[in-house]
């Protein structure tokens, strides 16, 4: 076992601090965070063909989140906008609604489906413009189920796990 030995003036030695010392060195070697962290809200990035980039931060696979974020108003879309009808298992527009400040608050839900980085799509329409629409792409980075938690984006909340069929915990026995 090794012991520290008292501090000297020779070179080599291990010198300690004294107790009012320590006690200013650890004043002053608090973390201080900023109340609104960059990297901990969802990322809403403009694209140069006027559509949005979406980050929603680390994910779980098979589970389920429920993701809101704000878009800037898009002039040549209008007011009046609706989700459009097209299926997506994993992505799903659940409200939008005219922000009082201008612009969307978009809430949908995203199931996680497998591992890696992964991107959905989602189309907003107008519906007094035809043939006019927004395209959102949600990008996400999904971890194995089995890698811990995910500390998750202001806006991203897990709302359940998928079931997924596992044979090894399966109670099924067969016939003998």
Known sequence: MATAKKASSKAGGIRFAEANSAAAAAAH???HFDEKLHDSVVMVIPESDG???VKV???KTQHRYEIVF???EVPGLGKDVCPAPVPNPYL??????AAPSGGLKVTCEYVAHK???LCEEMLILSESKEDVCLKVKVHARVMDRHHGTPMLLEGVRCV???LEYDSE???WQGFD
């Open 92 to 97: 799903q527009i659940k409200d939008l609604t």
């Open 169 to 171: 915990q399966s109670d």
């Open 70 to 72: 704000m878009l800037p």
């Open 115 to 117: 591992e890696g980085v």
């Open 57 to 59: 931060g680390f994910l």
């Open 29 to 31: 070697s608090h973390v």
């Open 160 to 162: 359940g796990a998928e």
């Open 51 to 53: 559509n949005f980039l």
